[in-house]
């Protein structure tokens, strides 16, 4: 039976059509409470960012999001010293090296790396009051699989669609700048597991671009790789 005079989490959201399949992914995630109560996730990352010539340069640290502020803090200490980086939902970023050097292309791209992180992690959440708003529903099939397509506008990220598989309803890809082959854009692959507090979480966050004849290439962008996640 129906909870008369309960109301509905979700109805404040704007999700309209597509309600059912992104409540399904976060009540499968682990529930909209348990994501709004959330404050910090704390993990140990090992990222991988591409130059355009797809030279890999790795680089770990910790980490700290801040999922209610839209904050994300990185930190490592290395032989030359200490860096500091914090990157906000807005975009703006901070970098403070106690002595450590980065060449600056490479600190570039790591500040883009984090912004990047900081909206995947929030996932379907991202349309739960985080700025975004689902603004249709379609079932496509990408790579032989059945999902759920939600275009999304708002936020400074330049995602243009979400993908959840058919069956879990689990967040599979996010695309950027363009939602089709052969556009210039991106595309956003997770790996999950089950984290502390009963939180489904992504170990890998894994960022191409868009390909010339599929919608995932294998141009790789971004690998975010997460150990010994605390909530």
């Excluded at 999001?65 to 290395?78: K, Q, Y």
């Excluded at 939600?150 to 995602?159: K, L, N, R």
Aim: charged content about 20%; aromatic content about 8%; some cysteine.
């Amino acid at each position: 039976l129906g909870c008369v005079g309960c109301r509905d989490p979700y109805a404040g959201f704007g999700l309209g059509p597509a309600q059912g399949v992104v409540s399904g992914c976060v009540d499968r995630m682990g529930g909209l409470r348990r994501w709004q109560a959330a404050g910090t996730i704390r993990a140990f990352a090992v990222v991988t960012v591409y130059d355009d010539s797809g030279a890999a340069t790795v680089n770990k640290h910790d980490q700290v999001i801040d999922l209610r502020r839209g904050r994300i803090t990185a930190s490592a200490t290395v032989p030359e010293g200490r860096w500091r980086a914090v990157v906000n939902a807005a975009g703006d970023a901070k970098f403070r090296a106690g002595g450590a050097v980065m060449a600056e292309g490479l600190k570039d791209r790591l500040l883009a790396a984090l912004g990047t992180t900081l909206h995947r992690v929030r996932g379907p959440m991202n349309l739960c009051g985080y700025g975004q708003s689902a603004t249709g529903l379609d079932r496509v099939r990408v790579d032989g699989r059945e999902m759920f397509r939600v275009p999304a506008t708002g936020g400074a990220s330049g995602i243009v669609a979400y993908y959840f598989d058919a069956q879990t309803f689990l967040l599979t890809c996010v695309t950027t700048g363009s939602d089709k082959a052969g556009g210039d854009g991106t595309v956003t692959q997770y790996t999950y597991t089950m984290g502390p507090e009963g939180m489904v979480f992504p170990t890998r966050i894994r960022v191409t671009k868009i390909g010339e004849h599929t919608l995932i290439g294998d141009r790789p962008v971004l690998s975010v790789d997460y150990q010994n996640v605390r909530f």
